[in-house]
């Protein structure tokens, strides 16, 4: 499956932004996979910030972000978002779009396949 995110931009602390992470597959279908966000800071690790399975039924979010971002999927559109309000500088960094074919899991390892990075920045 290839992925494709967008949707980063700047915004000011305390405003809105909203991913998207189109999916396009050769082979199985789109609600086979899970799929998951993760993000770069610069000079920084990556770091997993959410998950969700297969029916969008099950969602995961690191503290950091827990309360102020939703993950949500639309299997039809073969396409998954990250909705993220309430942002901080601390949310600045490159957001990766991931998928799965086993278990939405917290590290990088669970995910097959990745997405190119959209940057996101918040400003104070």
């Known amino acids: 499956v290839q992925l494709q995110a967008s949707g980063g931009g700047l915004v000011q602390a305390g405003g809105s932004l909203r991913l998207s992470c189109a999916a396009r597959?050769?082979?199985?279908?789109?609600?086979?996979?899970?799929m998951a966000w993760f993000r770069q800071a610069a000079g920084k690790e990556r770091e997993f910030v959410s998950s969700?399975?297969?029916?969008?039924?099950?969602?995961f979010y690191a503290d950091s972000v827990k309360g102020r971002f939703t993950i949500s999927r639309e299997n039809a559109k073969n396409t998954g978002y990250l909705q993220m309000d309430n942002l901080k500088p601390e949310d600045t960094a490159v957001y990766y779009c991931?998928?799965?074919?086993?278990?939405?899991?917290?590290?990088?390892?669970?995910?097959?396949?990745w997405g190119q990075g959209t940057q996101v920045t918040v400003s104070s």
């Open positions: 991931a998928a799965g074919e086993n278990w939405a899991g917290r590290r990088q390892s669970e995910y097959e396949y």
């Open positions: 597959s050769s082979g199985r279908p789109f609600p086979f996979y899970v």
């Open positions: 969700i399975n297969r029916s969008g039924g099950s969602t």
